[in-house]
């Protein structure tokens, strides 16, 4: 296992923790908040550390390659929502100052949509609510000398395989330059504030939507029922 720790300059992220749990997680961030009176961003990775060394050798457009992510999001509150503009949140991918895919919730949206050169909602659709946490999966492909895809999934089933994901959960988006080089996390057209937990960024879908190891109180539950039904014998 793999543990490396960075201090960043942002006032909204201070120390987070970042773990290799197998050869094909790339990072894995802790809880990150974000939000502003216009627009809160915060970057998380740039080409200084492990996932910005992976964007430099596979995102160009000389390169293909295949990069899956992940998040739990909630959003916390929505100030600034008019009811179908306003408030917008997302994880978003960047090319410089450049917007690429944006997956969250589209300032034209109440629902869980996507945006950056162009928009829509993820299929359902499926209107957000305030303090609802739900996980978001993506799978980009970079075709060399072609345009990208994207794939995105709204809460995907742990365990099951990618391509037995129901197709009501699941969007394609085709025709994007997907190149990019750092990753914000994004709230604002307000005060509204999103939090993000969870993330992580893999060449593997199943390292992004794995099935959960139990918890200490759960494993000490299920021991307690082991030893009622043995004094019950």
Do not use: H
Request: negative net charge.
């Amino acid at each position: 296992m793999k543990k490396l720790t960075f201090l960043t300059t942002l006032s909204t992220i201070s120390v987070f923790a970042i773990n290799s749990v197998s050869a094909a997680v790339l990072q894995s961030f802790g809880e990150q908040s974000v939000g502003g009176v216009s627009v809160g961003s915060s970057t998380i990775v740039d080409t200084t550390n492990d996932t910005g060394n992976w964007i430099d050798n596979y995102n160009d457009s000389a390169d293909s390659g295949t990069l899956y992510y992940s998040f739990d999001i909630t959003i916390d509150n929505n100030v600034g929502e008019t009811g179908g503009g306003g408030f917008f949140t997302a994880l978003q991918l960047y090319d410089g100052d450049s917007e690429r895919i944006a997956i969250g919730n589209n300032w034209r949206s109440v629902n869980w949509s996507y945006f950056g050169g162009g928009d829509g909602d993820l299929n359902g659709p499926v209107p957000y609510l305030i303090g609802q946490t739900v996980n978001i999966a993506a799978r980009v492909d970079f075709n060399a000398g072609a345009n990208d895809s994207i794939t995105i999934w709204l809460n995907p089933v742990a365990g099951v395989a990618e391509g037995s994901q129901a197709l009501s959960a699941t969007t394609s988006v085709s025709d994007r330059n997907a190149q990019f080089n750092n990753i914000r996390l994004r709230a604002g057209n307000g005060t509204g504030a999103t939090t993000f937990n969870n993330i992580i960024f893999a060449t593997e879908f199943a390292d992004v939507v794995a099935v959960p190891e139990p918890s200490s109180t759960a494993l000490l539950c299920l021991g307690g029922l082991a030893l009622i039904l043995r004094r019950r014998r």
